[in-house]
């Protein structure tokens, strides 16, 4: 399997790449992404053959479909990182939560949030390439809180990958905080940045187009990569549990084989749900995605009006802080799918220079062939959260962004599955105040509502709380490059 580009060919990169290319250097011509030249087939019969599949079985029979250029033990490798999971035996456990309305559950990895799913394999992918290459690689991120930590404990301790990771100083949660700088590995470098999450994720933009930075890091023979979801090699990880959370459900008895369902989706990035748009159009039986979003509703807009328009926008922060973006990089994929790379390369281009493009009316209704799309407010998300508490589900602000899509937007009467993708115990201090409980700080926070409901706080967030702090560094924008340097 080759893979292309999203806005079309430069003529200066080659126009069609492996899989390790396109996930080693993933910036493709004139700003695009990569994807796959094709999808392969995962229909009816994919899936009945699947059926008995555990979820490492299913992945690597999906992996080889993608026909691509990574050899099986690297893949199996890869694939075992799976068992370090609360239940080795099933990583993405599924629960139901009403009669027609199932819950896979993507947070039961080392740091609780669903990117885990996906950078746990990847990063054993990733720094194996490098490795066989001989080649040394800096992965940077700017963090909200999830991606920041799943980054950092994928690939610490790993060869030839570094990674450098910026968080707002005070912008995220207590144990996102305590995950990423109690992180200790030489390979590894985290910096609290004084300001907001946009100041941080501007700063690290401004730095990665430096030329200075670019010519030091060439000096010391440093490439750059990335580990967020422009990353075709997150983008496949994220579609397996798509089908597995489906064929639980057949095994269970709770739905045929064939029988179509919604899938609900707490976007950001848009790559989990570009993940279930891939598994849609290889045949997984999906009536429509259905995208939940909170107050920073872009996507709604897009997905209703055909409107992407962030002209008079700004950032809202939110309790669901991993879901408050305004430019969803992941949205691109399915543009170029759809439109092709010439319309694409022109609605990308309108979106940097305008900061607005516009479908028409017959690419709208394309789009609303597989997607619909709904927002709630933080109000909505607690008392949806206090809600399903009452009838004994807890769950964290970015799932509960779902309940509406779920109560709202079915036009069938089919079954739903969403995704959760975080554990409560990241989000403690919002699940404590929906469930009314006082709290000052995230461990008061865990603590209460492990006590009141019965829950139990996983180990490794409880060890959080006593582990050293390695990374004390908080410092303004214009240092970044200075540390980061002398990390280097
Ligand atoms: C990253 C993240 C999201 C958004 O996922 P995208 O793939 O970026 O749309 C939603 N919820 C949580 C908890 C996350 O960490």
């Given at each position: 399997m080759q893979f292309i580009e999203t806005r079309g060919?430069?003529?200066?990169?080659?126009?069609h790449v492996n899989f390790s290319d396109a996930i080693l250097n993933p910036s493709a011509s004139f700003g695009g992404l990569y994807v796959p030249e094709s999808l392969p087939d995962m229909g009816i019969e994919f899936l009945a053959d699947a059926i008995n599949s555990d979820y490492k079985t299913l992945a690597f029979e999906l992996l080889k479909k993608f026909?691509?250029?990574?050899e099986d033990a690297l893949l199996w490798e890869a694939l075992n990182c799976y068992d370090s999971f609360d239940d080795a035996n099933n990583p993405a456990p599924v629960k139901s939560i009403e009669e027609d309305c199932f819950v896979t559950e993507l947070y039961h990895g080392p740091t609780r949030a669903f990117k885990d799913m996906a950078l746990q394999p990847f990063g054993v992918i990733l720094s194996a390439l490098a490795a066989q290459r001989g080649e040394e690689y800096l992965i940077m991120a700017a963090t909200s809180g999830d991606t920041g930590p799943a980054t950092l404990e994928t690939f610490?301790?790993?060869?030839n990958i570094r990674v450098a990771c910026l968080y707002p100083d005070g912008g995220t949660s207590d144990v996102q905080r305590l995950q990423m700088v109690t992180?200790?590995?030489?390979?590894l470098k985290v910096i609290g940045v004084k300001g907001n999450f946009d100041d941080t994720q501007h700063a690290l933009k401004t730095l990665l187009s430096s030329e200075t930075f670019k010519a030091e890091l060439q000096a010391k023979g440093i490439k750059l990569s990335a580990a967020n979801s422009v990353n075709f090699g997150r983008i496949i990880f994220q579609i397996i549990y798509h089908l597995y959370g489906y064929l639980e459900l057949v095994r269970r008895d709770d739905i045929a084989l064939g029988e179509k369902v919604y899938l609900i989706v707490p976007s950001g990035n848009f790559g989990n749900a570009l993940g279930a748009y891939y598994a849609k159009k290889a045949g997984l039986p999906v009536e429509k995605i259905l995208i939940a979003s909170n107050t920073n509703n872009i996507l709604t807009d897009l997905i209703n009006k055909g409107e992407y328009d962030i002209r008079d926008r700004a950032l809202v922060l939110t309790r669901s802080p991993a879901m408050d973006?305004?430019?969803?990089?992941?949205v691109e994929r399915v543009l170029f799918d759809k439109f092709g790379s010439e319309r694409t390369r022109e609605m990308m281009q309108d979106l940097e220079e305008k900061h607005l493009y516009r479908l028409s009316a017959e690419e709208l209704a394309s789009l609303r062939e597989d997607f619909d799309a709904i927002d709630s407010s933080d109000a909505e998300g607690l008392a949806f959260m206090a809600d399903y508490a009452d009838k004994g589900y807890i769950m964290d602000p970015h799932t509960a962004t779902c309940i509406k899509a779920y109560r709202?937007?079915?036009?069938?009467?089919l079954p739903a599955i969403l995704c959760s993708t975080a554990e409560w115990t990241k989000f403690s201090m919002s699940v404590a105040e929906a469930l009314q409980i006082e709290a000052e700080s995230d461990l008061e926070a865990l603590e209460k509502i492990s006590q009141e409901t019965g829950l139990k706080i996983p180990p490794m967030i409880k060890a959080l709380f006593s582990k050293r702090v390695i990374h004390d560094k908080v410092v303004e924008k214009e240092k970044i490059k200075e540390e980061m340097l002398s990390f280097l």
């Amino acid at each position: 399997m080759q893979f292309i580009e999203t806005r079309g060919n430069d003529g200066k990169r080659a126009s069609h790449v492996n899989f390790s290319d396109a996930i080693l250097n993933p910036s493709a011509s004139f700003g695009g992404l990569y994807v796959p030249e094709s999808l392969p087939d995962m229909g009816i019969e994919f899936l009945a053959d699947a059926i008995n599949s555990d979820y490492k079985t299913l992945a690597f029979e999906l992996l080889k479909k993608f026909e691509i250029d990574i050899e099986d033990a690297l893949l199996w490798e890869a694939l075992n990182c799976y068992d370090s999971f609360d239940d080795a035996n099933n990583p993405a456990p599924v629960k139901s939560i009403e009669e027609d309305c199932f819950v896979t559950e993507l947070y039961h990895g080392p740091t609780r949030a669903f990117k885990d799913m996906a950078l746990q394999p990847f990063g054993v992918i990733l720094s194996a390439l490098a490795a066989q290459r001989g080649e040394e690689y800096l992965i940077m991120a700017a963090t909200s809180g999830d991606t920041g930590p799943a980054t950092l404990e994928t690939f610490k301790n790993r060869p030839n990958i570094r990674v450098a990771c910026l968080y707002p100083d005070g912008g995220t949660s207590d144990v996102q905080r305590l995950q990423m700088v109690t992180e200790d590995a030489a390979n590894l470098k985290v910096i609290g940045v004084k300001g907001n999450f946009d100041d941080t994720q501007h700063a690290l933009k401004t730095l990665l187009s430096s030329e200075t930075f670019k010519a030091e890091l060439q000096a010391k023979g440093i490439k750059l990569s990335a580990a967020n979801s422009v990353n075709f090699g997150r983008i496949i990880f994220q579609i397996i549990y798509h089908l597995y959370g489906y064929l639980e459900l057949v095994r269970r008895d709770d739905i045929a084989l064939g029988e179509k369902v919604y899938l609900i989706v707490p976007s950001g990035n848009f790559g989990n749900a570009l993940g279930a748009y891939y598994a849609k159009k290889a045949g997984l039986p999906v009536e429509k995605i259905l995208i939940a979003s909170n107050t920073n509703n872009i996507l709604t807009d897009l997905i209703n009006k055909g409107e992407y328009d962030i002209r008079d926008r700004a950032l809202v922060l939110t309790r669901s802080p991993a879901m408050d973006i305004l430019k969803s990089s992941n949205v691109e994929r399915v543009l170029f799918d759809k439109f092709g790379s010439e319309r694409t390369r022109e609605m990308m281009q309108d979106l940097e220079e305008k900061h607005l493009y516009r479908l028409s009316a017959e690419e709208l209704a394309s789009l609303r062939e597989d997607f619909d799309a709904i927002d709630s407010s933080d109000a909505e998300g607690l008392a949806f959260m206090a809600d399903y508490a009452d009838k004994g589900y807890i769950m964290d602000p970015h799932t509960a962004t779902c309940i509406k899509a779920y109560r709202e937007l079915r036009s069938e009467p089919l079954p739903a599955i969403l995704c959760s993708t975080a554990e409560w115990t990241k989000f403690s201090m919002s699940v404590a105040e929906a469930l009314q409980i006082e709290a000052e700080s995230d461990l008061e926070a865990l603590e209460k509502i492990s006590q009141e409901t019965g829950l139990k706080i996983p180990p490794m967030i409880k060890a959080l709380f006593s582990k050293r702090v390695i990374h004390d560094k908080v410092v303004e924008k214009e240092k970044i490059k200075e540390e980061m340097l002398s990390f280097l």
